[in-house]
């Protein structure tokens, strides 16, 4: 019943992080809405502070589980499991923190052509995160559909993933500024980490869910 009662109380505070972690995305994605629809620095600057507050909360409650699992809350061998999925997590929200970062302090306003494929990898990449925390709410006791949502991370990393590719050549056969190119060509390939992130994350579980079935 010990063992029990303090596994539970990780798995409730898995599912907070989670939910920090969400709030995190939803902010990055309302930034990058933002950016690309009425570009304004003050706003810039905001939403920075938002997607900020969101993360570092997200890092407090990391930070609270880690203490729980070095007070023996759970056998060793789980601890590892679960300590390692969330350093890997915590790379998610640290890259959307990143990537609005870069657009506060890098600023370079998006041509209108480039605007519709930016918000389309933004918004991959936000249920690419979605479906992560998904697979990970589910992998504690829904094992087969855990497995289901890391197969839609792989989808959603590998539309990313063409979606980048795509944006990429768009801007070096556009008429901008070499300089601003090259910014811009840095923005896509930092927001579509984000599914790479995510992608990491996923594989983590797979296996976690692989030693729990066997």
Known sequence: MFFANKQKKVQDDVALYCEKVSDCLDAFHRSIRQYCDEPDKEAIKSNFTEVHKAESLADNIRRQIEVLMYSKALFPESRGDILGLLETM??????????????????????????????????????????????????????????VAVGKIDELESEADRIESDLIEQIFSGQMDGFNKIILRDLVKNISQIADRAENVGDRIRIMVAKRIV
Request: charge should be neutral; hydrophobic fraction near 40%.
């Open 90 to 147: 915590d790379r998610v929200p640290n890259q959307a923190e990143s990537v609005v970062r870069m657009i506060r302090n890098q600023y370079v306003p998006v041509p209108e052509a480039l605007r519709p494929g930016i918000l389309r990898l933004a918004e991959v990449c936000r249920r690419s995160v979605d479906a992560m925390i998904d697979a990970a709410d589910k992998m504690f006791t829904d094992y087969t559909n855990a497995t």
